[in-house]
């Protein structure tokens, strides 16, 4: 087995502040994800990554940036945060190919005061 | 663009009642559904999945069936339990890595 390691577990940020989200998996998957959880809205996929130093947009990619430079690490940047902003960030990770199950860590919750 | 419909977004019950949580889906390549279960302060995880078009497939009691025709793949249970309060999610793979999630079901069970 393995484990998704997400840091760190709460974040407060101020409104217009750089903020940096990180994830570890030991999982030795290939593909990686990161998800934003908002109560009623499920989840949506910000950026995805398939290897090493590849990075897709997913649909909520605008004011985020995201960084894999190792494959087992996968970084997420709110690059302007919003005030009164909550919400969760799920980090994730898959095995080579597409159509497998997804593993995912238990979450960053943001607050931007 | 590929897309997952949860309708409900709260369904609420007794123990020991039937549940069907709706899921459709919309996309132009074959399809690979999944439902996953989070349970109050844990990470989401696999509950089922299934690419066969009218397969039934079930785990921990749990059961559904992809229907290609309808783009349906509802999740079920005979009996639910007060252990399966919890989110749930169906989630689509289409011919890629990307996943695409619905909006999720809170079930709710009752004494």
């Known amino acids: 087995g393995g484990i998704i390691t997400q840091t760190p577990k709460f974040l407060i940020g101020q409104e217009g502040q750089k903020l940096t989200l990180k994830c570890q998996q030991n999982?030795?998957?290939?593909?990686m994800y990161w998800y934003r959880q908002d109560s009623g809205k499920g989840l949506r996929l910000i950026y995805y990554?398939?290897?090493?130093?590849?990075?897709q947009k997913g649909d909520l990619s605008e004011g985020y940036d995201a960084s894999r430079e190792k494959k087992s690490s996968f970084s997420l940047t709110v690059t302007s945060a919003q005030k009164n902003e909550m919400a969760v960030f799920l980090c994730a990770s898959s095995p080579r190919g597409a159509n497998t199950e997804v593993f995912f860590g238990k979450g960053t919750r943001l607050t931007v005061v | 663009g590929d897309s997952v419909t949860q309708t409900e977004g709260l369904v609420t019950l007794t123990k020991g009642l039937p549940v069907m949580l709706n899921c459709t889906y919309q996309?132009?390549?074959?399809?690979?559904l999944f439902w996953y279960v989070q349970h109050l302060n844990e990470a989401p995880k696999l509950l089922l999945k299934s690419s066969t078009d009218n397969k039934r497939t079930e785990h921990q009691g749990f059961y559904a069936t992809l229907h290609k025709s309808s783009s349906s793949f509802h999740l079920q249970k005979s009996s639910v339990q007060l252990s399966d309060s919890a989110l749930y999610f169906c989630?689509?793979?289409?011919?890629?890595?990307?996943?695409?999630f619905g909006s999720g079901t809170r079930l709710l069970v009752s004494p």
């Open positions: 989630a689509l793979s289409a011919g890629g890595y990307k996943v695409v």
């Open positions: 999982f030795n998957h290939d593909t």
């Open positions: 996309t132009t390549y074959s399809p690979f």
């Open positions: 990554s398939i290897t090493e130093n590849d990075l």
